[in-house]
Structures are given as structure tokens and as C-alpha cells.
Nanobody, 115 residues
Framework: QVQLVESGGGLVQPGGSLRLSCAAS????????MGWYRQAPGKVRELVAQ???????YYADSVKGRFTISRDNAKNTVYLQMNTLKPEDTAVYLC?????????WGQGTQVTVSS
């Protein structure tokens, strides 16, 4: 089993920054990828950013140039640095880990961008 614990969400003004963290524990060998999804009320859950085992990254078009995903293998933690936040970035952000054919999810952390 894998456990994911997110932190770092909160309320921020437009143009501000936040950094989300996701710490993985448990059976975390042979991880394929880790990433962040987000889900806003009434909207489909979308993949925001992902980093593979080899370090390749993916970003949704809506966050390219503003968000950066990174990882610390020694701490089994993945980060999402979010800059120049916009009101449309408001959502619950969920950490995701893919191991083999299995996917694991964190409990989610709320990000609210509002003045």
C-alpha cells in the first residue's frame, strides 16, 4: 500500500504563489510517476503536472510557464510550485502516484485564489 499526504494549500491573492508538497510512504518502490490533479466544483478532474521516474515532466497548457513540478527522491516527496496564480486555478489539488497498473491518491488540499 501507498500513502500520500499533501500540504501547502490555502488562500492567496491573484498573482501570488503557493507551493504544494506530497509526501509518499509505504510500498513506494518501482514508482512510475507522480503528479498533481485538480478538481473545481462542477468540473472534470484534470491533470495539472506530472513527473516520471526518469524525470520527464508534463504540464497542462493552462499552467505552463507558471507551475513547476519537482521531486526529492531522498524524501519521497513531490512538489508543485505555483506562481502567478489566477482565480481559475482555484480547486482541490490532489496528489497522484502511479505504480505499475495501480494509481494512488492523496486526500486533496484546497487552493483558493481570490482577492
Amino acid at each position: 500500500q501507498v500513502q500520500l499526504v499533501e500540504s501547502g494549500g490555502g488562500l492567496v491573492q491573484p498573482g501570488g504563489s503557493l507551493r504544494l508538497s506530497c509526501a509518499a510512504s509505504g510500498s513506494i518502490f518501482s514508482i512510475n510517476a507522480m503528479g498533481w490533479y485538480r478538481q473545481a466544483p462542477g468540473k472534470v478532474r484534470e491533470l495539472v503536472a506530472q513527473i516520471s521516474r526518469t524525470g520527464n515532466t508534463y504540464y497542462a497548457d493552462s499552467v505552463k510557464g507558471r507551475f513547476t513540478i519537482s521531486r526529492d527522491n531522498a524524501k519521497n516527496t513531490v512538489y508543485l510550485q505555483m506562481n502567478t496564480l489566477k482565480p481559475e486555478d482555484t480547486a482541490v489539488y490532489l496528489c497522484n502516484l502511479i505504480k505499475g497498473i495501480d494509481a494512488y491518491w492523496g486526500q486533496g488540499t484546497q487552493v483558493t485564489v481570490s482577492s
